[in-house]
């Protein structure tokens, strides 16, 4: 099987490097670009169709949220996964609704961001706890219209079993597939199947983006 083929995007010469090598010394895992900034970073994954871009935010010619956000629309297919220094609100929401796929920070143990790289490569959402908190938080914390105008414009509320609700939270948390299915005592097969049925309900394509809607709709 072909390892993960992965684009560093940094602007800091020595934290690439390091990156560059940590990544390289795992089985399964294939560096095959380097990026000193969000231009360079939407080139190369345009051009070797990377499985991941592993992404700063703060970069010249163009921040890494806008650089994910042509990624995510210029080459489907490839996964964003931001690794940063920043856990404002400001920072965590952009990069989210530009489509990236999980959000890490760089103080993080190695063991959480390889296993963030495997889960987002996979198709999961991989979330550092206090990120996921602070998501939770501040979309919690958004305009609450009632049932006027902010319903209105986010249509009628889609209607998730108490099993779909539960594995969403879960998935809110960071938890990978395999990790609900331990927690609810299910089949992971079975955690994908109420996943599929949340994502068709939310009218989404992955579990960050129905996170996010989940929460927007007040569901979460």
Request: no cysteine.
């Amino acid at each position: 099987m072909s390892g993960i083929r992965i684009v560093v995007a940094d602007d800091h010469p020595i934290v690439r490097a390091g990156i560059v090598g940590l990544l390289g010394s795992v089985e399964g895992l294939e560096v095959i670009g380097e990026a000193s900034d969000g231009a360079m970073a939407v080139e190369l994954a345009l051009g070797l169709r990377p499985d991941l871009v592993l992404m700063d935010l703060r970069m010249p010619n163009l921040d890494g949220a806008a650089a994910t956000a042509r990624i995510v629309a210029e080459a489907p297919g490839t996964r964003v996964l931001v690794l940063t220094t920043y856990e404002t609100d400001e920072h965590i929401l952009g990069a989210i609704e530009a489509g990236a796929s999980g959000y890490l920070l760089k103080a993080a143990p190695q063991e959480e961001i390889l296993a963030g790289i495997r889960a987002v490569a996979a198709g999961e959402t991989a979330l550092a706890p206090s990120i996921a908190t602070k998501l939770v938080s501040r979309l919690r914390g958004g305009p609450a219209g009632g049932a006027g105008e902010g319903d209105a414009a986010r249509g009628a509320r889609p209607a998730l079993s108490p099993r779909e609700l539960e594995v969403l939270r879960l998935v809110a948390a960071g938890r990978s597939n395999p990790e609900i299915g331990r927690m609810l005592i299910i089949g992971e097969a079975t955690v994908k199947t109420h996943l599929a049925h949340v994502f068709e309900k939310l009218d989404v394509g992955d579990r960050t983006r129905a996170v996010t809607k989940a929460m927007e709709l007040g569901l979460l």
